[in-house]
């Protein structure tokens, strides 16, 4: 069985300081994980994903997350955040179904930046 | 950039009743997926499909049929609908099924289970 967990439902910050969105994970075996952002009222979109190799990966929007294998976690960060990134974070890890491949996210993180 | 288009956007529809959401890929992706977005829940894996006439089953599949009749079209059917079942329903669409690929997602239907 995979699961991910992104334990903080909300998160509230001033633009210019960091960002840290939480996410970890449970897989048996080798994970791959992504980051979606959903902006208001919007679809989904692709940020970043980790397969292998270096433990920072960078993706759009300035974004880069930070794989630590020795706690299962995959933490989204930027800096400075900006108020435009005001939207919800999912987490996602693929992982096997049967023969094929699928993708479990957690519940998401809405982030909110203040002006 | 793949896109993925859904029909209708918003549906209201009564208890037992019969609705059927559309997606349509124009990037000839083989992958195509149907997702439900629940506040608590995240995004949660309804059905799959890796080609034309071809199902798998997710992970909340009940009270969900889906039919992949062409690379580009993959409908949801909810063939007696529940109140439950009001959600917001993505489809997305990916080069190949898993293997760290990207999944492309449309605008999404907001259905309405009275």
């Known amino acids: 069985a995979q699961s991910v967990d992104q334990p903080d439902a909300h998160v509230t910050l001033s633009e210019g300081a960091s960002l840290e969105l939480r996410c970890s994970y449970s897989?048996?075996?080798?994970?791959?994980l992504f980051w979606y952002v959903q902006y208001p009222g919007q679809s989904l979109q692709f940020l970043l994903k980790?397969?292998?190799?270096?433990?920072v990966v960078k993706g759009t929007k300035g974004f880069e997350a930070e794989f630590r294998k020795s706690n299962s976690s995959f933490n989204l960060k930027k800096s400075p955040a900006h108020w435009s990134d005001s939207a919800k974070y999912f987490c996602?890890?693929?992982?096997?179904?049967?023969?094929?491949?699928?993708?479990?996210f957690g519940k998401g993180t809405l982030l909110t930046v203040t002006p | 950039e793949a896109a993925v288009t859904q029909s209708p956007r918003n549906k209201v529809t009564v208890t037992g009743g019969n609705v059927t959401l559309s997606c349509r890929q124009t990037?000839?992706?083989?992958?195509m997926y149907w997702y439900r977005q629940d506040t608590g829940h995240g995004l949660r894996l309804i059905h799959y499909?890796?080609?034309?006439?071809?199902?798998q089953i997710g992970d909340v599949p009940d009270g969900y049929k889906a039919t992949r009749t062409t690379q580009e079209d993959f409908f949801l059917l909810l063939e007696l609908a529940s109140p439950s079942q009001t959600s917001l329903y993505f489809c997305?669409?990916?080069?190949?099924?898993?293997?760290?690929?990207?999944?492309?997602f449309g605008p999404g239907t907001r259905l309405t289970v009275l």
């Open positions: 996602a890890l693929e992982g096997r179904g049967g023969s094929n491949y699928k993708l479990t």
């Open positions: 897989y048996s075996a080798a994970p791959y």
């Open positions: 499909s890796y080609g034309a006439g071809n199902l």
């Open positions: 980790y397969i292998t190799g270096d433990t």
């Open positions: 997305a669409s990916s080069e190949w099924g898993g293997r760290y690929a990207e999944q492309f």
């Open positions: 990037n000839s992706h083989n992958y």
